[in-house]
């Protein structure tokens, strides 16, 4: 008992959706009716043909058209051009210049233009401080030696 009042109760409600929608679906078309009335008498008063006022506006009435046969499937997707494709050369890869790579050697280094008092100790094996390294490549190793070398 309790389903059949329920089910009772959905049809109702989809009784009156149907009716608002069918009430819509009429207003709609005694506006359109009457609009397309006015578009007439507007277009006769003017002296214009309705065959030149849709060609006037034939790229708004092609879309809409278009979606309507889309929408319809009377007319399918138009298929998509094949545009050939030149093949370009292929362009040259970009190589980067190669870094140089001061190697500096072992020893007691000072003296460098940013940081005067400190004292740099390399060891044979291991890392390079990068303030060495760095003075070392914008100056030149020969010079830096001269400059910075302590033993």
Known sequence: MPNIQKQIESLKAEITRLEKEQQ???????????????????????????????THHIKRVSRIVEKLELKSGTKTAAPAKKTSKARSAKKPRKTSKPTITVK??????????NQPEMVFEVKEKGPRPKALKAYAEEVGLETFLDQCRMN
């Open 24 to 54: 819509k679906a009429e207003q709609e078309e005694q506006a359109l009716k009457e609009v397309s009335t006015k578009i007439a008498a507007i277009l006769k008063e003017s002296g214009i043909s309705f065959e030149s006022y849709i």
């Open 104 to 113: 500096i050697p072992a020893g007691r280094y000072g003296k460098l233009p």
